[in-house]
């Protein structure tokens, strides 16, 4: 959720031609992996369990992806402050795979 928060607050600084683009993109995927997160929690079963937290480690990539693509649009922007996020995104999404492997780890091997 905090990970949610600074990625919001991160989309703000985007310039105002990325209000409906990038940044309602980046609002969106980061928004789905808690919620995804929660849902799954609520499962009937490890399966289904299983399925929310692949949904959630989707939308975190895809908010590393858009992060990733905005340091390059956008060098005026705080590099070091999209770093952190790209950072953050990545060791969240680490934390969930590696939940998804303990929960099954004969579906999950890479």
């Known amino acids: 959720m905090d990970y949610a ?3 919001y607050q991160f989309a703000t600084s985007l310039p105002e031609q990325e209000k409906y683009n990038l940044a ?16 799954g929690c609520g499962a009937a ?20 992806t858009a992060l ?5 649009l956008y060098p005026l922007l705080p590099q070091d402050r999209i770093h952190s996020l790209i950072e953050e995104g ?4 680490r934390m969930i795979y590696a ?9 999950y091997l890479r």
Do not use: H, W
Not at 68 to 72: A, T
Not at 90 to 93: A, G, L, M, T, Y
């Open 5 to 7: 928060v600074a990625v």
């Open 24 to 39: 309602s993109q980046l609002r969106r995927a980061v928004t789905s992996a808690p919620l995804n997160i929660a849902e």
């Open 45 to 64: 079963t490890n399966t289904e369990f299983r399925r929310f937290l692949g949904f959630a480690y989707r939308s975190l990539k895809e908010v590393v």
């Open 68 to 72: 990733e693509l905005c340091e390059r």
């Open 90 to 93: 990545n060791q969240i999404s």
């Open 99 to 107: 939940l998804m492997q303990k929960i099954d780890p004969r579906n």
